[in-house]
């Protein structure tokens, strides 16, 4: 089974908008971390955002937040007020727990587009 | 501080040749990653050391591709016999051994085979 599965190959949203990128996730340690990561065309690999497996609150960052529903296995990345600079692939990962080898997993990205 | 750094930045070469492309994470970091990414796909896990246990090798594609990592620091990974689908751009990452610890990835080296 995938360990991240991001369901949207592809994403548009018009600037200044709010926009749901899709994640869930599979594992069976108790202990996990969820991250994004941004790729622009450059290349560069970008680190966004973190959600622990134990946090109660959903993880923000300026106009980053993640939706952490934990029963759900689900950890979308939510981006308001899009600029035209978002527009890149975005990744999901997850970094599971030393009792699984800390291993980080990565699911096939999503392209978003941010339309002026 | 210095991030990632990743050598060389292009390296194009003919089919059947070997190559060696280079690794420096950021120092402390006791975890090492190679990932490959083709053009416009996500990326493809390669292999992964952590501090002085065995490496995890099981996203190797064939026994053309190997690294090590000397001293725990420096790591190589090398493509003997390069066929061209082998053309992608090679993305290294270190992190800290702990889980709430993201990763920092290098530039990448991109590989043309010929």
């Known amino acids: 089974a995938q360990k991240i599965t991001q369901t949207q190959p592809g994403m548009f949203v018009q600037e200044k908008e709010a926009v749901t990128l899709d994640c869930t996730y599979d594992?069976?340690?108790?202990?996990?971390?969820l991250f994004w990561y941004k790729q622009p065309s450059s290349g560069e690999m970008i680190f966004l955002i973190y959600q622990g497996s134990y946090d109660q609150q959903n993880a923000t960052e300026g106009r980053y937040s993640l939706n952490f529903q934990k029963a759900r296995k689900s950890a979308n990345l939510v981006i308001s007020a899009s600029q035209l600079g978002d527009s890149a692939m975005y990744f999901c990962a997850m970094r599971e727990g030393e009792s699984t080898g800390n291993q980080f997993y990565f699911g096939t990205g999503t392209s978003l587009t941010v339309i002026p | 501080g210095a991030g990632v750094s990743q050598s060389p930045s292009n390296k194009v070469t003919e089919k059947g040749k070997d190559v060696e492309l280079r690794c420096d994470p950021i120092s402390g970091h006791t975890a090492l990653y190679w990932y490959r990414q083709s053009l416009g796909q996500g990326l493809e896990f390669l292999i992964y050391f952590q501090g002085n246990s065995a490496p995890d090798k099981s996203g190797l594609p064939s026994d053309r591709f190997s690294a090590e990592r000397t001293g725990g620091s420096v790591s190589t990974l090398t493509i003997q016999r390069t066929q061209q689908e082998d053309s992608a751009v090679y993305l290294c990452?270190?992190?800290?051994?702990?889980?709430?610890?993201?990763?920092?990835f290098g530039p990448g080296t991109r590989l043309t085979v010929t």
């Open positions: 594992t069976s340690d108790p202990s996990y971390g």
């Open positions: 990452a270190s992190s800290f051994h702990r889980g709430t610890y993201e990763q920092y």
